[in-house]
């Protein structure tokens, strides 16, 4: 193959619109060759989870349409990064590899190691910036130079800053070599589990790019205005649902601030302020890599978490008593989703009711969300469990009753998910066990048969976590 072929290594940048390392890879004027490579050993821990793996069948599914479309390919291959890479460039002569920055530590060690190899064999690796974050991890400091630990002044600070609005157009050609190195069908590369229960999911969602797009416009056109309230409400369909597109590069953070910059409403600003916390939770991840297993506040490592498996496969069930808590996991287990109040109340569940520790969590999260994503998983656990950079204040325990009765006030959510509380009548549906026998009868449900007592009392678990807290040392 020609010397001027030019390998565009696919990673977390799904996408061909808005995409810098394809853009500069076609400035080459070479011939583009699209590669795609499962390396199951590249992230170490962090590899991705059983339900991201879904969702990256048909991403790749459709990434490859897209590229056929414009009379390209995406080659898939399985293994090694780098000894894929080495083997691709020899295949096609290409002599430079274009790739958009990671920013997971595990990525940033991986992409300085390839390019070291790389460079010992004559080849370039250039990674791109400004694919997957409207501002780069080190550029928002606070006055004395130091990176921000709390929200709203790194906020503050970004919109001093606004990101540079200039979205790259989806290319309209790609050359295309005469012959293309071979690829593994997307099939073989054993993305679905064997046990079929992804089923769900996959009538659930569509991925890939186009319907990123279509997900955007509609929730610019309808959803946007009532925004700021309806987030809040796991009922209604109220927010975007682009976080598996974003977590896979289907559709780039820079796409999404334009078309709402755009569209001009002010009721956008809530929308982009979720946008933020996003590029938040990556800053904390760059400048503080070990908040991914540890706490960022160190006491809170001495907390006393315990892994009471019995309890733990409650709460991963949907068993644990409290309707919220429980139609929360099943969401997760049957659509690989959750609405993020519940993903408040039944982290909060975990970690201060129960007092099993974030990390064990967060864990699971990675293995069942869509969106897995290291830095917003790893954030979100520690701010729930009151250990992290803006964390809710340890003491501050979300009710999951109240939190029910708030936010589900009708309790249609919990009846969506919790089938067995159908009938029960609203006033009951989050504390079904204070509904009088009558009551219980008339909605078929028996406590302790069809549905489970509450596992731990709440009131009591709350002052045994406070307890536990109030034994930390002041300040470490
Ligand atoms: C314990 C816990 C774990 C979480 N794990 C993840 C995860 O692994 N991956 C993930 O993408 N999100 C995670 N979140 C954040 C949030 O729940 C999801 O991003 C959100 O529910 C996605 O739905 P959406 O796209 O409709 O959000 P929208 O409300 O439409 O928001 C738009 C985008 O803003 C970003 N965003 C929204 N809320 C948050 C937030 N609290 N923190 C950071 N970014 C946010 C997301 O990229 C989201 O797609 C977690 C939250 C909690 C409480």
Known sequence: MSQDAVLLWFRQDLRLADNPALYVARQTNGLVIPVYIDDLKAAAEWQAGSADRVWLHGSLSSLQQDLRSLQSELILRQGPTLHKLIELARETGARHIHCNARYEPWAIRQEQALQQALADQGIELVCHRGASLLWEPGTIQTGDRKPYQVFTPFFKKCLQSPPELDVIPRPKTLKAPAQW??????????????????????????????QAQRLLNEFIQTKQDAYSDARNIPSIDGTSRLSPYLSHGEISPRQIWQAVAEDGRRSGTSFLREIVWREFAYHVLYHFPHTTDQALKAKFNQLPWTMRQDWFERWIQGQTGYPVVDAGMRQLWRIGWMHNRVRMIVGSFLTKDLLIGWQDGARWFWDTLLDADLAQNSLNWQWVAGCGADAQPFFRIFNPVTQGQKFDPDGRYVRQWVPELAQMPAKYIHAPWTAPDSVLRQAGIQLGNTYPEPMVDHGTARNQALKIYKQLPVSI
């Not at 054993?190 to 991925?207: G, S």
């Open 181 to 210: 190195p071979k690829s593994l069908a997307v099939e073989e590369l054993n993305l679905l589990p064997r046990l079929h229960w992804h089923r769900d999911m996959q009538a659930f969602w569509q991925p890939g790019e186009a």
